[in-house]
């Protein structure tokens, strides 16, 4: 059996050992999993304990993924372009590698489980933090025909679409002078974790828009029941959790679960 565990703090309430579960009941893979609380300045010395224990790789979660960064030995693409790490994979050598399978978990999620297209649409992202990076060289990679990040701080979203204009065709800016349609929403700012809507023109959706928000819950978001009282199609993150998921067992076994079946018995236990 090898060990894996997600590491956070809080991570009480973590669906990830629950998730990983069944992806390896489904595939047969041979794992343990379980959750590691780390004080918030001992990741480092957690981690280290876990790994010497036999551990054969890590999940990092809130507020540790910028110290997953600096730990890995060497780092994926994607997980530069994010500036974090959320996945931890021991190397057959012993050097440990960082990846980030945010970004790719949301693709996955809106092109597999929701069948929304990417390509040749025009994406808003709202926010500009640590998650709305992740999810934009995955997202330019599907080449939208436009993105633009909007967020409450103008300059930060300036600043992100500057860094990732060779990727793409990419603009940034606040949420006022906002107003045209957008093919695909997606709300990477953390405002429903407060119960919080941005404030956002009603002409930037319309009946045929997709809505995503990275937030999940038992509930629709703020966000999302704003977007489908205009008629957009909505969905939550809960998809994107089981999406980085499966990406990141995918680095640690080889195999591929399938989401669909795990999402959807996911959804049920929430309710
Ligand atoms: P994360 O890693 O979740 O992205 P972060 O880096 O702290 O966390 O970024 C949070 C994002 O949510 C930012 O884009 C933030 O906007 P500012 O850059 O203006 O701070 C956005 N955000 C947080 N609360 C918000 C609110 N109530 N309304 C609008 N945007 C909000």
Do not use: C
């Not at 990983?20 to 010395?45: C, M, V, W």
């Not at 819950?217 to 966000?223: H, L, Q, S, V």
């Not at 995918?250 to 591929?256: A, C, E, H, Q």
Request: hydrophobic share 45%.
């Amino acid at each position: 059996t090898d060990s894996y565990a997600v590491i956070g703090n809080p991570v009480e309430h973590s669906l990830s050992p629950w998730i990983h579960n069944a992806f390896a009941q489904q595939t047969g893979e041979d794992i343990a999993y379980e959750k590691l609380t780390a004080p918030r300045d001992s990741f480092e010395s957690v981690a280290r304990r876990f790994l010497a224990a036999g551990g054969r790789g890590l999940n990092v979660t809130v507020p540790f993924k910028l110290d997953a960064y600096d730990f890995a030995d060497r780092l994926t693409e994607r997980a530069r372009a994010a500036g974090a790490v959320n996945t931890l994979a021991l190397q057959r050598d012993g050097g440990m590698l960082g990846d980030n399978t945010d970004g790719a978990g949301l693709v996955a999620d809106i092109r597999e489980n929701l069948a929304w297209p990417i390509a040749g649409q025009r994406i808003l992202i709202v926010g500009a933090g640590g998650a709305a990076r992740g999810a934009l060289l995955p997202l330019l990679e599907q080449q939208p025909l436009r993105v633009h990040i909007a967020n409450r701080t103008a300059a930060r979203a300036e600043r992100l679409a500057r860094e990732f204009a060779r990727q793409g065709t990419l603009t940034g800016g606040g949420f006022e002078g906002l107003s045209e349609p957008f093919d695909l929403i997606i709300n990477a700012s953390s405002a429903s974790l407060s119960g919080d809507l941005p404030p956002l023109s009603e002409r930037l959706v319309t009946p045929s828009s997709h809505v995503y928000d990275m937030v999940y819950g038992a509930e629709p978001t703020p966000f999302m029941a704003w977007a489908a009282a205009f008629g957009a199609a909505t969905s939550d993150g809960l998809g994107m959790l089981v999406g980085q998921a499966a990406e990141s067992f995918m680095l640690w076994r080889g195999v591929r679960p399938e989401t669909g079946p795990v999402l959807r018995e996911l959804r049920v236990q929430l309710q």
